[in-house]
């Protein structure tokens, strides 16, 4: 089944934050983000295990409460380069397989 | 390394045609995958491979074929296109190995348009 991602759409200021979730309603081995800008690939961002670990790329960092089966992905201080949709991949099967959300389109204006 | 390569990047098809998308891959990965994606969706999973010679459907597979005769190249084939089948098509490839650094890595991907 299909992860639920929240918000759908977030429009940001340059500097400000966001938060973006994702949950599973499976019992999840991994989360992974990845960040799609228009008419490209997506591009992966970090993993997270099973463990509840929290984890930091720039100013970009995520957490992973496996009690919840919950991912969420914290955008600080925010810059133009950071628009695009975000798809949460969660892993819960066999062969590495990702189901990927329905994504967040974050807008950042200047 | 070229990493994840998929060719043609544009078709447009009539209905009833058939094509193959190739998908090839130089990091020695195990497990590759498809995807489609239609407009403002995100990936849904058609079909998957964990070695040469082994491949699996994945949530919808209806309409296309593929076949893993080597590890670098997952070619997808559409049959008989039909319009539902316009979208971008992703080929995606890990090496699934270490679960803590092991992700999938994308092709640029393939616009398709049936008309």
């Known amino acids: 089944q299909q992860p639920v991602q929240s918000p759908q759409a977030v429009i940001l200021r340059e500097g400000e934050d966001a938060v973006i979730n994702c949950s599973s309603s499976?019992?999840?081995?991994?989360v992974h983000w990845y960040r799609q800008k228009h008419g490209e690939a997506p591009v992966f961002l970090m993993i997270l295990l099973k463990g509840g670990e929290q984890k930091g790329h720039e100013k970009i960092s995520a957490s992973f409460n496996e009690k919840k089966q919950q991912s969420s992905l914290y955008l600080t201080a925010s810059q133009l380069s950071y628009s695009g949709t975000y798809f949460c991949g969660t892993e819960s099967g066999s062969a590495r397989q990702l189901t990927f959300g329905s994504g967040t389109q974050l807008t950042v204006l200047p | 390394n070229a990493g994840v390569t998929q060719t043609p990047k544009f078709r447009i098809l009539k209905i009833g045609q058939s094509m193959t998308l190739q998908c090839t891959q130089d990091m020695n990965h195990n497990y590759m995958y498809w995807y489609r994606q239609d407009p403002g969706m995100g990936l849904k999973l058609i079909y998957y491979?964990?070695?040469?010679?082994?491949?699996d459907k994945g949530e919808v597979p209806n309409g296309y074929n593929v076949s893993r005769s080597t590890t670098e190249d997952f070619p997808l084939r559409l049959e008989l296109a039909a319009p539902s089948q316009t979208s971008v098509y992703f080929c995606a490839s890990t090496g699934g190995k270490r679960i803590d650094t092991d992700t999938q890595y994308f092709g640029p991907g393939t616009r398709l348009t049936v008309l």
């Open positions: 499976k019992a999840l081995y991994s």
């Open positions: 491979s964990v070695g040469a010679g082994i491949t």
